[in-house]
């Protein structure tokens, strides 16, 4: 494998404000993420893409060095993750360094680790396209999740004669923690449409996103609890 560790950090956050590089437990929430990467991970194989110089400073006062400021057509609300991978994987071999396996980190997942990283690689292999980190989802589409008809009434989103939440299937939800990501299949496909996918499961912890100021509390009070 030669890996590419991809981080990008949006300086623009709407649900909590320069959230990045704001202080969760002592410390900027991309730490978190820059930590995790290098205990898999040497330095010249991490990248922070990011569009904001303060976002720089910040990572670079942990000696990791950011190459580049993102360009602005990559900084905008709208902008794809896909295509910020990609400037990032051409950024990589403009300088002679030519990967095969993307690892995308979220800067918004704290509680993944080292140790996640190493399992999802694991699971990797060169015949699929992407390992994915996974929770088991709580809005089950065979018993909670409802779509409205043409006539307007609810119907589930997902048809099955089920009578009780624990005889549903289990289905899985994108935590946004990890992806171990085929280049040769990013270069050919968006990865919406990949369609051969492992997952890799994670806790409901060590899946917490952060998104929203709700659940930036939430990770403040995890941090003091002892569970996993």
Known sequence: MKPLVVIPARGGSKGVPRKNIKDLGG???????????????EDKHILVSTDDEEIKEVVEKTGLKVPFIRPKELATDTAGTQEVLKHAIKFSEDNGYFPDTLVLLQPTSPFRTGEHL????????????????VKETKSNPYYLLFEENEEGYLEKSKEGNFTRRQDVPKVWEYNGAVYVININSLEKSRM????????FEMSQKSSHDIDDLIDWLIAEKLLDEDFT
């Open 27 to 41: 410390k900027p929430l991309i730490y978190y993420t820059i930590e995790a990467a290098r205990e898999v991970f």
């Open 118 to 133: 190493k399992k999802a690689i694991d699971l990797y292999h060169d015949n699929i396209d992407m390992v994915v980190s």
């Open 192 to 199: 919406n449409q990949f369609n051969r996918i492992l997952k």
